[in-house]
Structure formats: C-alpha cells, structure tokens
C-alpha cells in the first residue's frame, strides 16, 4: 500500500475518533479510562484471552465499565485497545480499537437509535452526510437504518429454521456465510433479538424468555457492532459464565476465573444497555478500505 494513502487513512481515522467523542460529549456521556490487564475476563466459549504474566489483557472493557455503573456513573464511553488470541484476517486483528458506551435507564432499542445518530454524525463531519460508498456500493444513511429479527433473516436467506439452526449447532455457520453477505447492502441493518444461548450478558425478554435483547448492525455485509439490554440479575449471570465455561472445557479449553468482583457489584447495579462497536471496521468504511491493515498503522506483519 502506498505511503501516502496510508496516511490519508490515518489522518481519517484520526477525524472519525475525534468526530466519535464529539457526538457523546454532545449527548452528556463523560469518557473513562479502565484497566486493560485483568486478574478475571468474561468466560467466553468463543474467545481465548491473550495472558500477561497471571493476568489477562481485556478482550472488552464491559465488566469494569458496568461496574462504574454500580458505583453511580450513568452515561460512559471508552475508546481503548482490546486484545484477541488467533484473530487475523480481512476484517480481524489481534490488537483492536474498540469504542464502548453504556447507559442508565436504557435498552438496546436506545442503542439502536443511538448507532444509527452516530453513523450519521460521523457521515457529517465528513462531508458525506446521506450517503456511504463502500467497495462500489452506496449506502442510504439518510433514511431509516433496517431492522430484521434473527428469526425473520433466516426465513428469508437460508433453507432452515432458527430452531434446527439451533438443534443441528449450526446457527454461527449460517449467520456467517448464509446471512451476514445480505445485511446492509443498500443501508445499514440492524440484525435483533437473538437466542437467549447467544447473548450471556444480555437481559431476556420479559415476555420471551427464550430471546434475548440483543442486536448487531452491519453496514455492507460487516459485523460494526453489538448492543444489548444488560442482564442485572448477578446469580443468573454467575450460572451463564458457569455455563461458558462449561462449553470452553468441552472444546478442550482451559476453564476461566470467574469475575467476582464484577459480580459483586452486579448485584448493586442499575437496569442499563451497552454496546461494543468496532472503531477498525468503521474506520475501514469510511476509507473505503477493503483490507483492515490498510487503516492501521503497522498491522502484526510489520511489528
């Protein structure tokens, strides 16, 4: 890649991230700062944690984010590094810039309106503000973001139910390859209401227990990011990480600490939402980058 398109990506990313907490300072959200080695991370069947000398380096900074929500904070952003084993790839590093923000007295229906303003902010403050052009394709952002249930995508893109998805373990494999290609291809798509087995941290239903109040929005077939009504009920959540890490055991991985502490403080916690987004992925969008290593600085390649 060319020095110097580099680093117009660079001076771009640079803009979106100073564009990014320009919208939460305007909606009253303050920005923290939280550790990034841990003695305890979220037990996640899918992710294996990168280990620093008995610690972990976070793959999020959920868990000390929502315990400031315990102890009082009510609006909170955070732009920092989060750290993932074995992940590499067009859309993937292992060193990632996520952006989290949470909430209180929220749900991921606020989320959701929340994403689809900010999307537009950044669109704006970069002289684009109706439309996205990614890869040769343009992208409505003036009009309403899509919403499809997780049920309805697989009605409409794939040959089998949610259920047997679910039955015949499936369900990743179909939304990877069979569903995510078709999400956001003419406007960005808020893909929700998940499988309760799917989202760990996120608050069911109150009357579907079974669907858990959880989305994800993409923008040109790319996964930007995942929100949810946060579960508050801190002995349901012990039993989901059991859970997790009961999964991990039986694909031969190593069984992780709980987060007490964490788990203390839920207990005290307030009903609230949050969401990860991936700053990478949106910057790759509005560089028109079909590759990640091209808006970052030194990809692992080049270490």
């Given at each position: 890649m060319r020095c110097s398109k580099l680093l117009d990506n660079l001076k771009k990313r640079s803009l979106v991230i100073e564009l990014t907490r320009d919208f939460f300072r305007s909606m009253d959200f303050f920005e923290v700062e939280t550790p990034i080695r841990c003695p305890s991370i979220i037990p996640e069947a899918h992710i294996d944690p990168v280990t620093s000398q008995g610690a972990y380096l976070q793959?999020?900074?959920?868990?000390?984010?929502?315990?400031?929500?315990?102890?009082?904070?009510?609006?909170?952003f955070q732009i920092c590094k989060c750290f993932r084993q074995?992940?590499?790839?067009?859309r993937h590093l292992p060193e990632l810039t996520l952006l989290e923000w949470y909430a209180v007295d929220q749900s991921y229906e606020d989320l959701m309106v929340q994403c689809q303003d900010?999307?537009?902010?950044?669109?704006?403050?970069?002289?684009?503000?109706?439309?996205?052009i990614y890869q040769g394709v343009s992208?409505?952002?003036?009009?309403?973001?899509?919403?499809?249930?997780?049920?309805?995508?697989?009605?409409?893109f794939c040959d089998l139910s949610l259920n047997q998805a679910m039955d015949t373990g499936r369900f990743d494999e179909i939304i990877s390859f069979d569903i995510e290609p078709h999400l956001g291809t003419s406007r960005?798509?808020?893909?929700?209401?998940?499988?309760?087995?799917?989202?760990?941290?996120?608050?069911?239903?109150s009357e579907k227990p079974d669907?858990?109040?959880?989305?994800?929005?993409?923008?040109?077939?790319?996964?930007?990011?995942?929100?949810?009504?946060?579960?508050?009920?801190?002995?349901?959540?012990?039993k989901r990480?059991?859970?997790e890490n009961e999964l991990r055991i039986t694909q031969g991985k190593a069984k992780l600490p709980l987060p007490e502490k964490f788990l203390s403080d839920l207990a005290v916690m307030p009903p609230a939402a949050g969401i990860a987004l991936g700053i990478d992925r949106l910057v790759?969008?509005?560089?028109?980058?079909?590759?990640?290593?091209?808006?970052?600085?030194?990809?692992?390649?080049?270490?």
């Open positions: 793959a999020s900074p959920e868990l000390f984010m929502k315990r400031l929500l315990a102890r009082g904070a009510d609006k909170i074995g992940e590499r790839g067009q900010l999307l537009r902010h950044i669109a704006k403050g970069l002289g684009t503000p109706e439309r996205l992208l409505d952002l003036a009009n309403a973001f899509e919403r499809i249930t997780v049920s309805e995508a697989f009605e409409r960005p798509c808020f893909l929700y209401d998940y499988p309760i087995s799917m989202a760990s941290l996120s608050a069911a239903h669907i858990a109040q959880r989305f994800e929005i993409y923008v040109a077939g790319i996964e930007l990011a995942n929100g949810f009504t946060e579960l508050t009920d801190h002995e349901l959540q012990r990480f059991e859970k790759m969008l509005f560089c028109d980058a079909p590759d990640i290593e091209e808006i970052v600085a030194f990809p692992p390649e080049l270490l």
